[in-house]
């Protein structure tokens, strides 16, 4: 273990402790919007829609996410979810994604985490962020800078905007490529065992397993660095 030159993170459940995920909720904050609703569809109703759409797609099944290598943007989800409803809505495609976010799963930054940031920009660490999600990048971005203000990110690589999810090695070269660094000089830091972690190490770079706001089961492994919380780690990189 060497103390890396730059630090990618994940997004949710490693930057942001989002709550459970609430589709209805987010459908239903998103109806308010509706300019039509031919066959006046509930939330629930729309939602349950949706997840027979996720489920042709593989998407539903949080512990075979890794499987799905490929992204659907939100934007062509959302596009055929109510259109093939009769629902016209007055919002943008990027409206859309920040009403339904906000309702569905609202988020904190995960404890500690903008101390640690600042303790890597003083240390002249760089850092990033990957993140396997369907929301709109502007969006995503939107959110990361609302929540943690001060954070000295210099880019957020949404996989809505580049087609390819992680693990699949091509997301992470994406991201080396952008900062001009060897994967030996960077570590990668997530939450989920087969994305994060398999995906990090797949191409060279240093993972970090961080299980602080994990929300699903995960396996017992004793070959990656497991941490807990962001002092533990800025500790542990105070003595490399």
């Given at each position: 273990m060497r103390k890396p030159k730059m630090i990618l993170f994940d997004y949710g459940q490693t930057l942001i402790n989002e709550e459970r995920f609430n589709g209805i909720k987010g459908i239903e904050e998103v109806l308010k919007y509706a300019a039509k609703n031919r066959y006046q569809l509930s939330p629930a109703?729309?939602?349950?829609?949706?997840?027979?759409?996720?489920?042709?797609?593989?998407?539903?099944?949080?512990?075979?996410?890794?499987?799905?290598?490929?992204?659907?943007?939100?934007?062509?989800?959302?596009?055929?979810?109510?259109?093939?409803?009769g629902i016209e809505l007055s919002l943008t495609s990027e409206q859309i994604d920040q009403v339904f976010w906000d309702a569905a799963s609202p988020g904190i930054p995960t404890s500690g985490i903008e101390s640690f940031l600042e303790y890597l920009y003083k240390n002249g660490i760089r850092t990033g962020v990957i993140s396997n999600i369907s929301y709109a990048g502007s969006v995503v971005k939107n959110r990361i800078n609302k929540l943690i203000p001060d954070n000295h990110f210099e880019f957020i690589i949404a996989t809505s905007e580049y087609m390819f999810r992680k693990p699949n090695k091509r997301i992470f070269e994406l991201a080396l490529e952008k900062a001009g660094?060897?994967?030996?000089?960077?570590?990668?830091?997530?939450?989920?065992?087969?994305?994060?972690?398999v995906g990090a190490r797949n191409v060279g770079i240093f993972p970090v397993w961080y299980l602080g706001a994990i929300d699903m089961p995960y396996k017992e492994c004793d070959d990656v660095k497991k941490i807990t919380d962001w002092e533990e780690l800025q500790m542990l990189m105070e003595k490399i």
């Open positions: 109703e729309v939602q349950e829609e949706a997840e027979k759409i996720k489920k042709e797609l593989g998407r539903i099944d949080p512990m075979k996410r890794h499987l799905f290598q490929v992204e659907v943007p939100n934007h062509m989800f959302n596009a055929y979810l109510y259109e093939s409803l660094v060897e994967a030996s000089e960077v570590w990668y830091i997530g939450d989920q065992y087969e994305c994060d972690i």
